[in-house]
C-alpha cells in the first residue's frame, strides 16, 4: 500500500511582491503522481522557500518542514511560489513479510523433525522386532548416512570441509561415543516398547548435570537439581509399571544416556577448533561417516552378514519388506539430526531443548497409538511427571547463579 504526501510551499516574500502582476490561481488538480503539479502560478523574483510536508497516512498527521533556495525567473511566467504536490510514500512491509516467512520455515523444519522421528522410531521398532540384529541395523543407518553425506559433497550440495590430521584425532572420540549411543538405542527399542525406551531417555539431563560436575567442573544450581527429581522419580515410576519392561531394555536406554551426554560433555572437553567449514551439519557429517568405518567390521565379526536375501528368506522373514523399512528408517535417522542440527543453527539452546522435549512427547504418544501399546494409568502418569521435568530442567538451566560479591 501506499500512502500520499502533500507538500504545500509558501513563498515568504508572497505579501510584498515586486511584480505588477497579480498571482494568477488557477484550479488546484491533485493527483497521486508525483510528476503532477496544480497550475499555481506567480511571478516572483529570487526568493527563499520554506515548505511544510502533510504526510497522509493511517499515522497522525506530521509536520516537516524544510527550506530550499530557488531561483525565479520573470520571464517564466508558470513560475510559481506556491507549489502543492502529491508524493509517493511506499509503506515498509519488507520487514513483516521477512520476518513470516523465517516464522514459517523454522515451523516446517520442527514439524519435518517431529515426522522424522515418528518415521524412524515406528520402522525402526518394526525391523528389530522381526530382525534381531541391531549392530547390523546400525551399521547400516550409518552407511545410509555416509552415502548421502558423500552425495552432498560430490556434488558440491554442502561444502565439503578441509580437515587436518589434528581435527580428525578429536573429533574420533566424539564419533567412538556417538556410535555407541545409537547402537544401544536400538538395543533397547529392540527389546523394550518405543514408548519406554523413551521415557528412560527422558534422563539424558540427569547424566549431564553429573558428566559436567565431574569432568568440566561444572556444579549445577538448586533450580536445576530440583528439576531432576520430577525426572528421576517418573522414570523410577515408569518403569515399575511398564509392561514391556526387562532389564536388558532398561541398561541398554540408560547406556545410550550415558554415552549421548558424554558425546556432549567430550565435545566441550576436547574444543574441537572449527572454521568457516566446520560448522554443526558438517561436524555431524563427518561423525557420520566415521561412525560407519567403526561399526561396519564390529557388526561382521559379532553378527555375521545377516541382511542378505538368502537368510532372510531361510528366517522366513519378507525380504522385500525388511529391506524397505530399513532403508526408510535409515533415511529418517539421518534426515532428522541433520533437521535438529539446522534447527539449533537458529534458535538458542533453550528452545531447542524445549523443543526436543516436545519431540519426545510427541514419539511417545504416536508410538503407543500406532502399536497400541498397553499403558496404566500411572504408567502415563510416571512418564508425564518426568517429561514435565525435562521440560522444568530446559527452563532452569538458564538461570545463573548470582555472583558473590566481595
Given at each position: 500500500?501506499?500512502?500520499?504526501?502533500?507538500?504545500?510551499?509558501?513563498?515568504l516574500?508572497?505579501?510584498?511582491?515586486?511584480?505588477r502582476n497579480?498571482?494568477?490561481?488557477?484550479?488546484?488538480?491533485?493527483?497521486?503522481?508525483s510528476s503532477?503539479?496544480p497550475n499555481?502560478?506567480c511571478?516572483?523574483?529570487?526568493s527563499?522557500?520554506?515548505?511544510?510536508?502533510?504526510?497522509?497516512?493511517?499515522s497522525?498527521?506530521?509536520f516537516?518542514?524544510?527550506?530550499?533556495?530557488?531561483?525565479?525567473?520573470?520571464?517564466?511566467?508558470?513560475a510559481?511560489?506556491?507549489e502543492?504536490?502529491?508524493?509517493?510514500?511506499?509503506?515498509?512491509?519488507?520487514e513483516?513479510?521477512s520476518?513470516?516467512?523465517?516464522?514459517l520455515?523454522?515451523g516446517?523444519l520442527?514439524?519435518?523433525?517431529y515426522?522424522?522421528n515418528?518415521?524412524?522410531?515406528?520402522?525402526n521398532k518394526?525391523?528389530l522386532?522381526a530382525?534381531?540384529?541391531?549392530v547390523?541395523?546400525?551399521?547400516l543407518?550409518?552407511a545410509v548416512?555416509?552415502?548421502?553425506v558423500l552425495?552432498m559433497?560430490g556434488?558440491n550440495?554442502?561444502?565439503?570441509?578441509?580437515?587436518?590430521?589434528?581435527?580428525l584425532?578429536?573429533i574420533?572420540?566424539?564419533?567412538?561415543v556417538?556410535?555407541?549411543?545409537n547402537?544401544?538405542t536400538?538395543?533397547?527399542?529392540?527389546?523394550?516398547?518405543?514408548s519406554?525406551?523413551?521415557t528412560i531417555?527422558a534422563?539424558?539431563p540427569?547424566f549431564?548435570?553429573?558428566?559436567s560436575a565431574?569432568?568440566?567442573?561444572?556444579?549445577p544450581?538448586?533450580?536445576v537439581v530440583s528439576?531432576?527429581?520430577?525426572?528421576?522419580g517418573?522414570?523410577?515410576l515408569a518403569s515399575?509399571?511398564?509392561?514391556?519392561?526387562n532389564?536388558?531394555?532398561?541398561w541398554?536406554?540408560?547406556?545410550?544416556?550415558l554415552?549421548?551426554?558424554?558425546?556432549n560433555?567430550?565435545?566441550k572437553k576436547?574444543?574441537v577448533?572449527?572454521?568457516?567449514?566446520?560448522?554443526?551439519?558438517t561436524?555431524?557429517?563427518i561423525i557420520?561417516?566415521?561412525s560407519?568405518?567403526m561399526?561396519?567390521?564390529?557388526?561382521?565379526?559379532?553378527?555375521g552378514?545377516?541382511?542378505?536375501?538368502?537368510?532372510?528368506q531361510?528366517?522366513?522373514?519378507?525380504?522385500?519388506?525388511?529391506y524397505?523399512r530399513?532403508?526408510?528408517?535409515?533415511l529418517?535417522?539421518?534426515?532428522?539430526q541433520q533437521?535438529?542440527?539446522?534447527?539449533l543453527?537458529?534458535?538458542?539452546?533453550?528452545?531447542?531443548?524445549v523443543?526436543n522435549?516436545?519431540?519426545r512427547?510427541?514419539?511417545?504418544?504416536?508410538?503407543?497409538?500406532?502399536?497400541q501399546t498397553?499403558v496404566?494409568?500411572?504408567?502415563?502418569?510416571?512418564?508425564g511427571i518426568a517429561?514435565?521435568?525435562?521440560f522444568?530442567?530446559?527452563?532452569?538451566?538458564?538461570?545463573?547463579p548470582k555472583?558473590?560479591?566481595a
Amino acid at each position: 500500500m501506499q500512502s500520499s504526501a502533500f507538500t504545500l510551499s509558501p513563498s515568504l516574500p508572497l505579501l510584498k511582491s515586486r511584480s505588477r502582476n497579480p498571482c494568477r490561481f488557477d484550479p488546484i488538480r491533485l493527483s497521486a503522481s508525483s510528476s503532477s503539479k496544480p497550475n499555481v502560478a506567480c511571478s516572483s523574483t529570487s526568493s527563499t522557500r520554506r515548505s511544510w510536508s502533510l504526510a497522509s497516512s493511517s499515522s497522525p498527521f506530521a509536520f516537516r518542514p524544510w527550506t530550499s533556495f530557488t531561483t525565479l525567473s520573470s520571464s517564466d511566467p508558470d513560475a510559481s511560489p506556491f507549489e502543492a504536490r502529491a508524493a509517493s510514500v511506499p509503506e515498509s512491509s519488507s520487514e513483516a513479510s521477512s520476518s513470516m516467512a523465517n516464522t514459517l520455515v523454522l515451523g516446517s523444519l520442527f514439524g519435518f523433525w517431529y515426522l522424522f522421528n515418528i518415521y524412524f522410531n515406528i520402522y525402526n521398532k518394526q525391523v528389530l522386532k522381526a530382525f534381531h540384529f541391531p549392530v547390523t541395523i546400525t551399521a547400516l543407518q550409518f552407511a545410509v548416512g555416509t552415502i548421502l553425506v558423500l552425495f552432498m559433497w560430490g556434488f558440491n550440495l554442502y561444502k565439503r570441509p578441509k580437515i587436518s590430521g589434528a581435527q580428525l584425532a578429536a573429533i574420533l572420540p566424539l564419533a567412538f561415543v556417538h556410535t555407541l549411543g545409537n547402537l544401544f538405542t536400538n538395543m533397547s527399542l529392540g527389546k523394550v516398547a518405543v514408548s519406554f525406551t523413551h521415557t528412560i531417555k527422558a534422563m539424558e539431563p540427569f547424566f549431564s548435570v553429573i558428566l559436567s560436575a565431574m569432568f568440566l567442573g561444572e556444579f549445577p544450581t538448586l533450580w536445576v537439581v530440583s528439576s531432576l527429581v520430577p525426572i528421576v522419580g517418573g522414570v523410577a515410576l515408569a518403569s515399575v509399571t511398564e509392561a514391556s519392561f526387562n532389564w536388558a531394555g532398561f541398561w541398554s536406554a540408560m547406556a545410550s544416556n550415558l554415552t549421548n551426554q558424554s558425546r556432549n560433555v567430550l565435545s566441550k572437553k576436547v574444543m574441537v577448533k572449527k572454521d568457516d567449514s566446520m560448522d554443526n551439519i558438517t561436524l555431524f557429517s563427518i561423525i557420520t561417516v566415521m561412525s560407519f568405518f567403526m561399526l561396519a567390521p564390529v557388526a561382521v565379526f559379532m553378527e555375521g552378514v545377516k541382511l542378505t536375501p538368502a537368510y532372510l528368506q531361510s528366517a522366513g522373514l519378507n525380504v522385500r519388506q525388511i529391506y524397505i523399512r530399513s532403508l526408510i528408517a535409515a533415511l529418517c535417522f539421518h534426515a532428522y539430526q541433520q533437521v535438529s542440527y539446522m534447527i539449533l543453527q537458529r534458535v538458542s539452546p533453550v528452545t531447542h531443548s524445549v523443543g526436543n522435549c516436545v519431540k519426545r512427547v510427541v514419539v511417545i504418544v504416536s508410538s503407543v497409538i500406532f502399536f497400541q501399546t498397553p499403558v496404566s494409568p500411572i504408567n502415563a502418569f510416571g512418564t508425564g511427571i518426568a517429561l514435565a521435568g525435562v521440560f522444568l530442567y530446559s527452563r532452569v538451566k538458564r538461570i545463573k547463579p548470582k555472583a558473590k560479591t566481595a
